[in-house]
């Protein structure tokens, strides 16, 4: 039996090594003769974008092969930049977009918002569409964002879900408790709620007043944004949502939809309106623009955070150009590259972060505070969430921007573990603990936190709060009793985190891009470059650290030998061919098993 499963696993790997055998012959021989240049632009362009694709913060990665992009996702910064070279380019003639389930965050939304009221300011028609907008699929949002374009299309049968904005939060302590598992949770201070959910039975009300908040200033912004849009008076437009969700033809009677129609209805309205133009999606017309940068410019380096804020980088991250979060070491690093390049007049760091390891964001902020104090404008731009450890990051920058939904503050630190005495007691497991030292066992899962153990803890939360509190206070000029309302665990909104002196300016990665350029006094005319640092990977070069990393140098030192062109074909049929090379390309480490993901420092340890 064993023997026959040991010929089938080496006739399974066998099979891998000659499928990429083979592909890389056919890439070789073939695929330079099947894929060209990306084509000309056309002279009349009607763009297109379909809004549910999810938006990724972070560098746009370089296609596999021309005409690749427009996938399942795309980097914000395309579709920003996308809108804003297209509205001054005579070819174009108009925007279509179709929305129906948008998986966008708020502020990302407001981004893609102002975006679109830009366009249409330079006098081009803008058109969305949806077949519905439902509650059930976050049809309040869809609705926002459509709101922004000229007119707005429903199939007759739909619904426009415009129902308002909720939250809700699980609160499990009682259930974990008929497990035998209690959390044992320490935060500083009562508006610090990130682990309250495991450790408390109900929300506590410092934390019901600071979310509460929240969801208000969400809907304001909601509710103003539709009201100016579609000039609804705000009486009338609440009424509309306190009955939503709304038929299509209510939605038209109340001046919410322009026309109900089915989806060919529309395309045929628009070639009335539009003509018969090409219809390109923005990546499209990005990678097929013919105005190339100028290679001496100056430069204003863009260097994306996103995600949880974890220790470490370079060979400590996953292979083949994937990303795990916000490593401290790699954002530190891409700064520093940034400030010792000539060309480099101000950096802009996009972050987007709800936080993480303490020490990793402490190196990080040491970075950016050492860029300012070099003379490097760093002008930090927030995206949907900006907080705790990504805000300790953030408010080292000479400017802070953020969206007005963009979540932000939460200056505190909570720390905290399962105890699971009572569901070993259950399970009628027993523990024999040998420990030398008085708080050997302090995370240990089988006991809660002694004396001694809750004293060194309290000591450790009590620095990194006074530490985050008086950063927070010397970079943003808060003291006093300005500070505490700024502190103690609060989120705000980044429209509320303005008013409260945590961010300077309401604007998206645009406007940041625009402030990096004037505290850089860069003359209005003079070209300048935005590029990403890091620069994103080469195909080319991903497939060379792909075959290193895997043990494969020879057959690295082979690729390197081949001409250019063949090496861009294999490059581009490797990306082809990814389901079958993610068999063969498990990022570095196997994921880790619930007990150490428990006992992993950053987990333990996450002022978030």
Do not use: C
């Not at 763009?47 to 990724?56: G, N, P």
């Not at 990194?464 to 943003?476: K, M, N, S």
């Amino acid at each position: 039996m064993f023997r026959f499963l040991g010929k089938m696993i080496l006739w399974l790997l066998a099979m891998v090594g000659a499928s990429v055998v083979v592909g890389t012959v056919v890439a070789v021989l073939i695929l330079p003769r099947m894929i060209g240049e990306p084509l000309a632009l056309p002279d009349d362009i009607v763009l297109t974008v379909d809004l549910d694709q999810a938006i990724a913060e972070g560098p746009e990665e370089p296609a596999w092969f021309p005409g690749a992009g427009g996938g399942d996702e795309i980097a914000l910064r395309t579709l920003l930049d996308g809108l804003e070279r297209a509205a001054t380019d005579d070819r174009v003639k108009g925007l279509v977009a179709r929305v129906r389930t948008p998986s966008m965050g708020l502020a990302q939304a407001q981004e893609v918002r102002d975006a679109v009221h830009a366009f249409r300011a330079n006098g081009k028609p803008t058109y969305v569409y949806a077949d519905t907008m439902p509650a059930a699929g976050r049809g309040t949002l869809a609705y926002y964002l459509a709101s922004a374009f000229g007119e707005i299309w429903m199939q007759p049968s739909g619904e426009v879900g415009l129902v308002g904005v909720a939250m809700e939060l699980p609160f499990a302590a009682a259930a974990l408790e008929d497990w035998g598992i209690a959390f044992d949770v320490s935060a500083r201070h009562e508006y610090k709620g990130v682990l309250a959910g495991l450790s408390e039975e109900e929300i506590p009300p410092p934390v019901r007043e600071n979310m509460s908040r929240l969801v208000a200033s969400w809907f304001d912004q909601i509710q103003a944004g539709i009201s100016a849009a579609r000039d609804i008076p705000l009486e009338d437009l609440s009424r509309m949502i306190d009955r939503a969700p709304l038929l299509v033809d209510e939605a038209v009677a109340g001046g919410l939809v322009d026309r109900a129609a089915y989806a060919d209805e529309f395309r045929d309205g628009l070639s009335a309106t539009l003509g018969d133009h090409s219809r390109l999606s923005l990546s499209e017309y990005l990678e097929r623009r013919d105005d190339e940068e100028p290679p001496e410019a100056r430069r204003i380096a863009l260097i994306h955070g996103v995600g949880m804020v974890l220790p470490g980088g370079g060979s400590d991250t996953p292979e083949f150009g994937v990303t795990d979060g916000l490593r401290a070491r790699d954002l530190a690093d891409a700064v520093r590259a940034a400030v010792k390049d000539e060309r480099v007049a101000a950096i802009v760091l996009r972050l987007d972060s709800p936080g993480g390891d303490y020490v990793a964001a402490d190196t990080a902020r040491r970075a950016v505070a050492q860029a300012r104090d070099s003379g490097t404008p760093v002008i930090v731009s927030m995206g949907n969430t900006v907080a705790s450890g990504g805000y300790f990051i953030a408010l080292e920058g000479d400017h802070v921007l953020a969206s007005p939904g963009t979540i932000t503050g939460s200056i505190g630190v909570a720390a905290g573990k399962p105890v699971a005495r009572d569901l070993w007691a259950e399970l009628r497991v027993n523990w024999a603990r040998l420990a030398e030292g008085r708080n050997a066992a302090m995370w240990s899962l089988n006991s809660p936190f002694s004396l001694s153990a809750r004293q060194a803890l309290d000591r450790r939360l009590d620095a990194v709060y006074a530490d985050f509190a008086a950063r927070v206070g010397a970079a943003r000029g808060l003291e006093g009793a300005r500070l505490d309302r700024a502190a103690r665990g609060r989120v705000f909104t980044g429209a509320d985190a303005v008013d409260m002196g945590l961010v300077d300016q309401i604007g998206g990665l645009g406007d940041a891009l625009r402030v990096a350029r004037d505290a850089a006094a860069l003359p209005a005319d003079e070209p300048v470059v935005v590029a990403p640092y890091p620069a994103p990977l080469d195909p080319l070069d991903r497939l060379k650290r792909l075959l290193e990393a895997r043990g494969v140098p020879g057959l690295a030192t082979a690729v390197s030998g081949m001409t250019e062109s063949d090496l861009r074909a294999l490059a581009r049929l490797l990306g082809v061919m990814r389901p079958l090379l993610s068999l063969i390309n498990d990022p570095a480490g196997s994921p880790p098993t619930g007990m150490s993901l428990l006992y992993d420092e950053a987990w333990r340890f996450n002022p978030r």
